[in-house]
């Protein structure tokens, strides 16, 4: 199975400031047929069900603030929150989608 | 809109069964793969299965497999989850889950305890 290794576990950040998600693969989830990263990134906020943030590592869902990004290739992904705001607050998972079982990470807690 | 209602959840005694439903609305059931993933409160998430539009391929994770069973009815726009054999380990709010490979929506849970 493909092993999903986030860091921190738990990061705390001052509204406006920066936060930084990584998340390491197992195994490479660049499929070569079309070159894209099957990671997805989810936002779980307290008491409600994960929302969809990123898809193809790097593709903002419709909807979701511009100031969430990710980046990333193979084994090695990014989400970067560019200025924190209070509803960002919330665990946060990287996903690979690019076989079964489909995995996810551990999550990282998002704190003000 | 997507909406995905599970139900079914509960307090059921270890080795007793148990059947989710998650009925869906909001676009077109059956031409969507459909899943189930499960959480303990406070922990990770865990894929559980997931079959095809028609029901005609399904995949359980190992901790599930001969345990657990998913299927769907197109006609009801209805998925389902029966959990046989309960254990312990299987305590967790279980999510219905729209899409694959790509997760897009999920439900609201529906909150499973195995206890005596």
């Known amino acids: 199975d493909f092993v999903l290794t986030q860091s921190p576990d738990s990061l705390t950040v001052s509204l406006g400031e920066r936060a930084t998600i990584n998340c390491k693969s197992s195994q490479s989830v660049l499929y070569s047929s079309d070159n894209k990263n099957y990671l997805a990134w989810y936002q779980q906020k307290p008491g409600q069900s994960p929302k969809l943030l990123i898809y193809w590592a790097s593709t903002r869902k419709s909807g979701v603030p511009d100031r969430f990004s990710g980046s990333g290739s193979e084994t090695d992904f990014t989400l970067t929150i560019s200025s924190l705001q209070a509803e960002d607050v919330a665990v946060y998972y990287c996903h690979q989608y690019y076989i079964a079982p489909l995995t996810f990470g551990g999550g990282t807690k998002v704190e003000i | ?116």
């Open chain 2, 1 to 116: 809109e997507v909406q995905l209602v599970e139900s079914g959840g509960g307090l059921v005694q270890p080795g007793g069964s148990l059947r989710l439903s998650c009925a869906a609305s909001g676009f077109s059931f059956s031409t969507y793969w459909m899943q189930w993933v499960r959480q303990v409160p406070g922990k990770g998430l865990v894929w559980v299965a997931h079959m095809n539009t028609d029901g005609s391929i399904t995949r359980h994770a190992d901790s599930v497999r001969g345990r657990f069973t998913i299927s769907r009815d197109n006609a009801e726009n209805t998925l389902y989850l029966q959990m046989n054999s309960l254990g312990a380990e299987d305590s967790a709010v279980y999510f219905c889950v729209r899409g694959n490979p790509l997760i897009e929506d999920w439900g609201q849970g529906t909150l499973v305890t195995v206890s005596s």
